[in-house]
């Protein structure tokens, strides 16, 4: 089974700061997905990735393989990227996802 | 494209009784998933399916039951409820082209139950 952890729990921060949220996985996955999640509960996907780094906006994802490890960056942050931020990984010929307990941002004006 | 979609929103139910929530999507996925969500955790799997008339269980099966007569709805059932229960509930969909990969998953709106 997939332990996912998900650092820091909470994150407080000022508008326009640079904000990063980790991942680690202990097994080997096939994909790694981050998620947010807003103040009235939905849940949209931000990212799907298995290498490398992707971008939209100004959020960035970054994932390293070999140290199990990922992050997402929010540049110049705003008081609407206040929200829990998931990061959920998919183990090798699974369809499941692992889901972390979630990183509760907030970015205050 | 409505997405998808889950009814009732909220729902409080008394022990033992049963109630089916619904889950439809209209993006022709042939993933669908269940979870539930525990307040400080994380989402847990409950049941999910990988096309019509394909259901498997996921993490947290026991006290639930589903169905997936058609692509669009994937309905989860609750028997005998007890305040274990107690949980938001979220469908979702994705699709995928090969057996164990997954694309981005689509999310419902959530069902919150209390069980009393």
């Known amino acids: 089974k997939n332990e996912v952890e998900q650092s820091p729990q909470n994150l407080t921060a000022q508008e326009g700061e640079f904000i990063t949220i980790n991942c680690s996985y202990s097994?080997?996955?096939?994909?790694l997905h981050w998620l947010q999640q807003h103040p009235g509960g939905g849940i949209v996907s931000l990212f799907m990735l298995s290498s490398g780094k992707k971008k939209h906006g100004r959020l960035i994802a970054t994932i390293n393989i070999q140290e199990k490890h990922s992050s997402l960056h929010i540049t110049a942050s705003h008081p609407r990227d206040s929200a829990v931020y998931i990061c959920?990984?998919?183990?090798?010929?699974?369809?499941?996802?692992?889901f972390g307990t979630g990183t509760r941002l907030t970015i205050i004006p | 494209n409505a997405g998808v979609t889950q009814t009732p929103k909220f729902r409080i139910l008394k022990i033992g009784q049963s109630m089916t929530l619904q889950c439809t999507q209209d993006?022709?996925?042939?993933?669908m998933y269940w979870y539930r969500q525990d307040p400080g955790m994380g989402l847990k799997l409950i049941y999910y399916?990988?096309?019509?008339?394909?259901?498997d269980k996921g993490e947290v099966p026991n006290g639930y039951n589903v169905s997936r007569s058609t692509t669009e709805d994937f309905p989860l059932r609750l028997e005998l409820a007890a305040p274990s229960q107690t949980s938001v509930y979220f469908c979702?969909?994705?699709?995928?082209?090969?057996?164990?990969?997954?694309?981005?998953?689509?999310f419902g709106p959530g069902t919150r139950l209390t069980v009393l």
């Open positions: 993006m022709n996925h042939n993933y």
């Open positions: 979702a969909s994705s699709y995928s082209m090969l057996a164990g990969l997954t694309d981005t998953q689509y």
């Open positions: 097994v080997g996955i096939s994909a």
């Open positions: 399916s990988v096309g019509a008339g394909i259901t």
């Open positions: 959920a990984v998919c183990n090798f010929g699974n369809e499941k996802l692992t």
